[in-house]
């Protein structure tokens, strides 16, 4: 009965700390390109500064592309049919180009501001 | 036809370079084209099998996986890199000390192969399997501009190992006595670079995320785009925009492979007189 009080009390205690440890983030703010017909859907879009985000790319095309961009210090295998998150750390305001690295005509800007 | 070379030229470059200098480094082992083939194979199987997989891939570790693998592969080249400049720093004064030892080192010459070779195939098979991947999309898509594409990346393979044949030939122009101490430098700075790009990859999945701010920006100087800038980042790591992990890392390797250079190359005789005492 004792045992079964303490390791309740402990459980709660435990779970409690869990909960005050782990901080509340606030969830990175997301951005979002289709990939279709060679072409970027939307061909521009706008992030914050100073402060990570994430770009999710939704390839609809038969084949994999490469979501790149040398500005932004990203680039990621997106197969076919699929879609990624490409995590982006805070960045100065600008316009950040980016483009399919097996298909450099497809390109887009992410307007950070 | 332009677009396809370029990008497969673009992605074998930097596995040109490193199979160059492997090959410069193992110069003097015998067998070792069978055992820096045999990477290249494996490495060549690997790509095309990641590439199959890709998508599997890039779904573990909640759409990072694409990320850590990277990581980890770079990782297991840095310690087999470490190793071969630690194992050479052992036998590379025996063999200069003691005639009869040359002969048992030569023999004993394939221990670090298997590390080379290791690293011939990560470094394939982490760029390869962009250019399959990029291939296969082009043979899927059965358009009629397929063959050219296919002739422009085979051109861009070729490319890459004039890259690799023109590192190769470069570094044994260098006279022997100097080659060791070049090559020992190149690997370090080959492995440090790696590690720092290994952290790039952790920071993009999110799993190393202290010390992340960029401490200098020189992509007005020397852009990572250049061809000198890709070349540099290869060789010694280059990055122009490096976060301060990166720097730290890319410190450490250089200074704990000299410490581990240090510790295990046997004591010259005056030393061990000196020890005796």
């Given at each position: 009965?004792?045992?079964?009080?303490?390791?309740?009390?402990?459980?709660?205690?435990?779970?409690?700390?869990?909960?005050?440890?782990?901080?509340?983030?606030?969830?990175?703010?997301?951005?979002?390109?289709?990939?279709?017909?060679?072409?970027?859907?939307?061909?521009?879009?706008?992030?914050?500064?100073?402060?990570p985000?994430?770009?999710?790319?939704?390839?609809?095309?038969?084949?994999?592309?490469?979501?790149?961009?040398?500005?932004l210090k990203v680039e990621k295998?997106?197969?076919?049919?699929?879609?990624?998150?490409l995590k982006v750390r805070a960045?100065?305001?600008?316009?950040?180009?980016?483009?399919?690295?097996?298909?450099?005509?497809?390109?887009?800007?992410?307007?950070?501001? | 036809?332009?677009?396809?070379?370029?990008?497969?030229?673009?992605?074998?470059?930097?596995?040109?370079?490193?199979?160059?200098?492997?090959?410069?480094?193992?110069?003097?082992?015998?067998?070792?084209?069978?055992?820096?083939?045999?990477?290249?194979?494996?490495?060549?199987?690997?790509?095309?099998?990641?590439?199959?997989?890709?998508?599997?891939?890039?779904?573990?570790f909640?759409?990072m996986?694409q990320e850590l693998f990277n990581a980890a592969i770079l990782g297991t080249a840095v310690v087999?890199l470490t190793?071969?400049?630690?194992?050479?720093?052992?036998?590379?004064?025996?063999?200069?000390?003691?005639?009869?030892?040359?002969?048992?080192?030569?023999?004993?010459?394939?221990?670090?192969?298997?590390?080379?070779?290791?690293?011939?195939?990560v470094?394939?098979?982490r760029?390869?399997?962009?250019?399959?991947?990029?291939?296969?999309?082009?043979?899927?898509?059965?358009?009629?501009?397929?063959?050219?594409?296919?002739?422009?990346?085979?051109?861009?393979?070729?490319?890459?190992?004039?890259?690799?044949?023109?590192?190769?030939?470069?570094?044994?122009?260098?006279?022997?006595?100097?080659?060791?101490?070049?090559?020992?430098?190149?690997?370090t700075l080959l492995a440090a670079g790696m590690a720092a790009q290994a952290v790039a990859f952790l920071a993009r999945a999110n799993w190393l995320t202290s010390l992340d701010q960029v401490v200098w920006?020189?992509?007005?100087?020397?852009?990572e785009?250049?061809?000198?800038?890709?070349?540099?980042h290869t060789?010694i790591g280059y990055t122009d925009q490096p976060t301060a992990m990166q720097l730290a890392v890319y410190c450490t390797v250089i200074v704990l492979t000299?410490?581990?250079?240090?510790?295990?190359?046997?004591?010259?005789?005056?030393?061990?007189?000196?020890?005796?005492?």
């Open positions: 009965m004792l045992t079964v009080s303490l390791r309740k009390l402990t459980l709660a205690v435990v779970s409690n700390a869990v909960l005050t440890l782990v901080p509340v983030h606030a969830e990175d703010s997301e951005i979002q390109f289709a990939y279709a017909d060679g072409q970027f859907e939307p061909k521009e879009a706008a992030a914050p500064a100073d402060k985000f994430a770009i999710r790319v939704k390839n609809m095309e038969a084949k994999a592309m490469e979501f790149e961009s040398k500005a295998v997106v197969a076919a049919k699929s879609e990624a998150v960045m100065k305001p600008g316009r950040y180009e980016f483009y399919d690295e097996f298909n450099e005509k497809a390109r887009g800007i992410v307007n950070v501001q | 036809m332009l677009a396809a070379l370029i990008i497969v030229f673009r992605e074998v470059f930097e596995a040109g370079l490193i199979v160059g200098i492997v090959l410069a480094v193992t110069s003097a082992v015998p067998h070792r084209l069978r055992w820096i083939g045999g990477g290249l194979l494996a490495g060549i199987a690997g790509a095309c099998i990641v590439a199959a997989f890709a998508g599997a891939l890039s779904q573990l909640e759409g996986g087999m190793w071969h400049n630690v194992w050479m720093a052992r036998h590379g004064r025996e063999m200069a000390n003691d005639l009869r030892a040359v002969g048992q080192a030569v023999a004993e010459g394939s221990r670090p192969l298997i590390a080379l070779a290791i690293v011939v195939a470094a394939v098979l760029e390869g399997s962009e250019v399959a991947l990029f291939l296969y999309g082009v043979a899927a898509s059965g358009d009629n501009s397929g063959p050219a594409l296919l002739g422009g990346g085979a051109l861009g393979l070729l490319l890459g190992m004039a890259v690799c044949l023109a590192t190769y030939f470069g570094l044994m122009r260098i006279p022997p006595k100097a080659l060791f101490a070049t090559t020992t430098w190149l690997i920006d020189s992509s007005s100087v020397l852009s785009d250049s061809l000198l800038g890709r070349t540099l060789l000299f410490i581990l250079m240090r510790l295990t190359t046997p004591p010259t005789p005056s030393a061990r007189v000196v020890a005796a005492e």
